[in-house]
């Protein structure tokens, strides 16, 4: 077990601590919500003038970007005469139309799209099962996310050198699920306590930011244990750091590459992106050095607790794996592959609840059923709960984080089977959120159908399948193949039983008069309006 006062003395006063962490709280000023408010801070400028500017930029870079020997016809271009860097200009506020245009016409061969930064070969489904056999070293889901991350300028390089951040969760998370998924109990008893407040009439709250803040106090308590994970100052990072990481990627992204080592410079997101790594790995530091003291004083063969996943990462490492100088960073990026991807599937699947209130009688009933009602029920009942596994599913065909999943990036030149040559270094995706709302594939697309996926299972032979964790060539929420998306059974679970907490104990409801908040895009990513708010209450029938 880590503990916070010996962590924090370790990195010296408290004082000092503050003090780099003022200096990014002052600069990213402190909250989530605000450091999202400074990426869009833009808007602050003269709106035509930043219109003029960004069309100049694109220009000169869509001369820039790499063009690929791709022979495949590009979507979504309004006449053969629209300016390339008009479309990639569309691309970023207009993806999803770009995209569904490219699905409809050539859903069975592929189509190019054109981002800002490069072009995506989108190809067909019907490709993934023979691109599944491939080995990493010639189709990398790593080099698609540093691409994406533009890693030169956001540290991100390093998840090249390593997979220690997925080997962690395959070898240790998932082998030991049920002990993890009690220890995150444990911990969101501690959120709901601390963040959700429990008023007698309705009330507004902030659900996605609390959502935020539960969903990191959990990841936390499994990712460095208690009491670290009750360290307000890493609680904050993991929540700054990956809006630090989007704005410095999608405001580097508007500037041609020859640009990119000056502008990255004078950056101010790249700056608190900076001054985010150096504190994470100041307090890494000290958890590691507090691990090995604890080691060293603990006697030969007293028997240790299950570790949290840095200590694992301490004990299985090779190279410089365990140095602060990466393991620091590694963390911080699970806590980006996890915390936001998992309080924004909670949120949609909380607003979803409200903007479909007869879904929560059975919902409730179920839960009943098979809890007996207990708080401490066993985690592997979870699995149990049908009903709520098909009414996420619904929630997450609705609701996708990406529009393009999984993407990849070609690290030979590739022939298919069908003669379709993928020329190295080509960023490959698939069309995941297309996929989803195809009539062809899910009757009635447009319905919000939340049993949808429970009537399939109780088909004979189908009860297994349908899950909201399975992975097939048309379900790619969590992308596919060997490179899947390793904590979606931890993300999946957590999210039932907050779900479960929030079912169970209060009536929630849309802000008077609101519809259910429309999510946005910025390029190919997904984003629930972060004004949005919903009304709750305890309950008052039990
Ligand atoms: C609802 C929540 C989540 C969603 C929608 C999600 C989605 C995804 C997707 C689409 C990928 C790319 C897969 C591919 O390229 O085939 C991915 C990768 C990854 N996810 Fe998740 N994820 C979620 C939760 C989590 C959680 C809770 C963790 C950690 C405990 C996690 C850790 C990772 C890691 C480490 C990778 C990179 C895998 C690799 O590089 O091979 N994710 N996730």
């Known amino acids: 077990m880590l503990h916070l006062d010996p962590v924090l003395s370790v990195i010296g006063t408290n004082s000092t601590y503050e003090v780099v962490y003022d ?7 402190h909250s989530v919500s605000e450091s999202f408010g400074t990426f869009v801070a833009f808007e602050a400028l003269e709106r035509s003038h930043l219109i003029c500017f960004a069309l100049a930029l694109v220009a000169v870079s869509s001369f820039i970007v790499p063009h690929y020997q791709i022979k495949a016809p590009t979507a979504g271009c309004w006449s053969l005469f629209e300016p390339t860097c008009l479309l990639r200009l569309r691309f970023i506020i207009n993806s999803r139309d770009i995209i569904s245009d490219g699905y409809q016409r050539f859903k ?16 067909s489904n019907k490709y993934l099962e023979e691109l599944r056999l491939l080995p990493i070293t010639k189709l990398s889901n790593a080099h698609a996310q540093v691409k994406n991350m533009l890693g030169k300028y956001t540290y991100s390089t390093f998840l090249l050198e390593s997979n220690q951040h997925v080997r962690v969760l395959q070898n240790h998370l998932i082998p030991n699920l049920k002990t993890f998924l009690s220890r995150a109990d444990e911990e969101l008893d501690y959120s709901f306590e601390t963040d959700v407040p429990r008023p007698h009439d309705w009330t507004e709250v902030d659900i996605q930011k609390i959502l935020q803040i539960m969903v990191a106090r959990v990841s936390s308590a499994v990712f460095i ?16 750091f990956p809006i630090n990481l989007f704005a410095t990627t999608f405001i580097m992204r508007l500037f041609p590459p020859f640009l990119h080592p000056v502008i990255s410079w004078i950056l101010p997101p790249r700056y608190w992106l900076r001054q985010n790594l150096k504190l994470g790995k100041q307090l890494v530091t000290s958890m590691i050095s507090d691990y090995r003291k604890q080691s060293a004083l603990k006697s030969e063969g007293e028997v240790k607790e299950k570790s949290n996943l840095l200590e694992w990462m301490i004990e299985n490492s090779s190279g410089n794996e365990a140095d602060p100088e990466t393991l620091g960073p590694r963390l911080m990026f699970l806590s980006l592959a996890s915390i936001h991807s998992t309080s924004s599937a909670a949120s949609a699947a909380l607003f979803d609840l409200c903007a479909h209130p007869e879904y929560v009688e059975p919902l409730r009933q179920e839960i009943l059923e098979v809890t007996g009602g207990s708080k401490n029920y066993c985690k592997e009942d979870l699995s149990r709960l049908w009903k709520l596994d098909s009414f996420l599913k619904e929630s997450q065909r609705f609701n996708p984080p990406i529009l393009l999943s999984p993407q990849r990036v070609a690290l030979t030149d590739l022939t298919l089977s069908d ?3 993928i020329p190295r270094n080509t960023s490959i995706a698939f069309p995941s959120a297309a996929l989803l709302m195809d009539p062809l594939l899910v009757p009635s697309p447009e319905t919000f159908d939340g049993f949808r996926s429970y009537r399939k299972r109780l088909q004979p032979g189908e009860s ?44 929630l409801r849309l802000c008077d008069g609101k519809e259910r908040p429309k999510s946005f895009t910025v390029d190919e990513m997904c984003f629930a309006d972060p004004r949005a708010k919903m009304q709750i209450r305890k309950r008052r029938d039990i």
């Not at 200096?23 to 000023?29: A, E, F, T, W």
């Not at 596919?480 to 998306?485: D, F, L, M, N, S």
């Open 419 to 421: 003669g379709t040559i």
């Open 225 to 240: 244990g208690n009491p670290a994970c009750r360290n307000e100052y890493w609680l904050k990072l993991c929540l700054e």
């Open 23 to 29: 200096s990014v709280r002052l600069h990213s000023k």
């Open 108 to 123: 069975n061969s592929a189509f190019v799209v054109k981002r800002l930064d490069s072009d995506l070969l989108v190809l």
């Open 464 to 507: 297994t399948k349908h899950l909201m964790v399975s992975i097939d060539k048309n379900h790619l929420y969590f992308g596919h193949g060997k490179q899947a998306c390793p904590g979606r059974f931890f993300a999946a679970n957590e999210i039932k039983m907050i779900m479960i907490r929030f079912l169970m104990e209060f009536d």
